[in-house]
C-alpha cells in the first residue's frame, strides 16, 4: 500500500526520539510553533496549484523541518505519516 | 438518481470501518483535523474555477484521505455522500 | 413579475418536503452545514464576475444541492426563493 | 442638487411600504441577512475599479433586489438615500 | 505649510454643520457607518498603488460623501483635516 | 552605523514636540488611531515587492505624516527610530 | 551539519547580550512588536515563491533587524536558529 500525495504536498513520517538525539537536532518549545523534524517519504507531483505552477524542492529520503501545527495525520498499516504542502517545510537538514 | 458535482468538486462515500480494517488504513485522532478514507464516486469537469484552468487528477473508484471538516454531506436514496472540492482531498491510497 | 438576477447569480426554489422524499433525496443534518435542494428558476448572464469570467453551467428546471447558508431569501407575489451564486451549487441532481 | 457615485458604486432609494405591497413583492425576515427593494436613482460610470474593468448593468429606475447590510445610507434634501456597489445588487425585478 | 497625500489619497475638511444645512444634506445615523460630507483640499497623484493603475476622479473644491470609519484625521496649523484613500470616497455631491 | 531598510520599507525619526509645536501641526487623538509626524531618515529600495513594482516616493528629509500602528521601534546608538513600510506613509508635509 | 532552508526562508542567529551592546543596538519594548536583531547564517535560494519571483537581497553574515514574532526557532548540535521569511526582514544594519 502507498499514500500518493496531490498537488504540492508532500507526506513524512517522524524520526524517533534516539535518531532526533543522535543527529544532533534538539527543538526547543515555544508556546508559539514547535518545529520538528521529519523524514520525505513520498512527494506530490507538483504542476499548477491555486493557478501557480509549483517545483516540488524536496525528495525522498530528505531530512525535513517543519511547523507543528501544520499538515494533517494519518496511519496507514500501523505507520503514522503526516501529509502537508511542501511549503510548509521550513528547511532540509544535510 | 446521479450526482453530478460541479466545477472542481467530487463526491465521495466513506469506506465501511471493517473496509478500513481490512485494507490496514487506521486514522489517528488529532484535536486538530482528522482525516477520513473514502472512495470517489463522482468527479466534476473541472475547467476555470475561480479565474484558473483546474485539471481533475483523481477518478471514479479512487480512494482518497480527505479533511474531515471539508465538503458537505448529502444523502440520496438512502446513501450517504460527501461534495467537496478536489483541492480538500489530501492523497489517493494505492 | 420576473426577477433577472445580476453576474454569476442564480434564482431558485426549494423543492417541498414531499417532492424530496418522492425524489428520494434526504438531506442529512450536520452542526456545520446543511445542504439543501432545489429547483433553478433563473439564471444570471455570467460574464466577467470579479474579474474573471464565468461560464453558466446550470439550467432553468434543474435540481441543485446547495449549502443552507449561501444565499438570500426573498418572496415575490407570494412564492420564496433564494438568490445565490453559482459557485454555491454544489451538484446538479439528474 | 445631484449624488453623482464614484467608480461602481449606485444610489438607490427605497421603495415606500405600499409600493412594495402592490408590486407583489414581500421579503421574508431571516436572522442572517434580509433583502430589500429599491429603485435605482443614480449609477457611476464604472470602468477599473480595483484593477478590473467593471461594465455597469443597472440603470435608472429599475427596481433592484440588495442585501440588507450592504451600502451606506445619506439623506440629501429631505430624501433618503443608500450607496452601495453594484456588486452587492443581487438582480433586477421586472 | 501644505500636506501633500501620496499614491491615491485625498486630503478633506468637513463641512461646519450651518453649511450642511444650507445645503440641505442630512445624514443619517445608522448603528453601522455614518457617512459624512466633506469638501476636498488635497488630491494625492493616483498612479500604480498595489500594482492597479489608480486614476484620481476627485479634484480639489468637490463636495464628497465617505464613510465615518475611513482615514485618518490630523491638525495642522489649527486646521482638522482626514487622510483617506479615493475608494473611501462614495460620491461627488453636486 | 547605519540602518539600510529592505525592499519598500522606510526608517523615519519621530519629531520632538517642541519641533510639532514651531511647525505647526497638532495631531488630534481618536480612539481609533493616531497620526503621527516624523522624517525620513533611510529610504529602502523598492522594486519588485510581493511580486508588484514599487517606486519610492519619499525621501530623506522628508517630514511625514504616518499611522500610529503602523511599523516597528528600534534603537540604534541611543537613537530611536521607526521601520514601516511606504505604503504606511499617508502624506509628506512642505 | 546543515540547515538548507527553502524558497526565501533565511535562518539567522541572535546575537548575544553583550555583542548588542557593544555595536551600540539597543531594542525599545513596546507592547505590540519587539523588533530583534541577528545575523544571517543561511539563505535560501530564492526562485518563485507564491508564483513571485523573490530575489535574496541578504547574505550570510548580515546583521538584520527583524520582527520577534516571525519564523520558527529550532535547535541544532545545541545551537539555536530562527528561521523565516525574507519579507520578515526589516533592515539590515552596516
Redesign the interface.
Known amino acids: 500500500?502507498?499514500?500518493?500525495?496531490?498537488?504540492d504536498?508532500v507526506?513524512i513520517q517522524m524520526l524517533e526520539a534516539e535518531e532526533k538525539t543522535k543527529?544532533?537536532?534538539?527543538?526547543?518549545g515555544?508556546a508559539?510553533?514547535q518545529?520538528q523534524i521529519a523524514e520525505v517519504v513520498?512527494v506530490?507531483p507538483g504542476g499548477?496549484v491555486?493557478?501557480?505552477?509549483i517545483?516540488m524542492?524536496?525528495e525522498k529520503g530528505n531530512k525535513v523541518?517543519f511547523?507543528k501545527?501544520a499538515g494533517?495525520?494519518?496511519?496507514?498499516?500501523?505507520e503514522?505519516y503526516i501529509?502537508l504542502r511542501?511549503?510548509d517545510?521550513?528547511?532540509?537538514?544535510?
Open positions: 500500500m502507498k499514500i500518493r500525495p496531490l498537488a504536498r507526506v543527529s544532533g537536532i534538539i527543538l526547543t515555544t508559539k510553533e518545529p513520498e506530490g499548477v491555486d493557478g501557480k505552477e517545483k524542492e524536496v523541518l511547523s501545527y494533517t495525520e494519518v496511519k496507514v498499516e500501523g503514522e501529509i511542501q511549503s517545510i521550513l528547511a532540509v537538514v544535510e
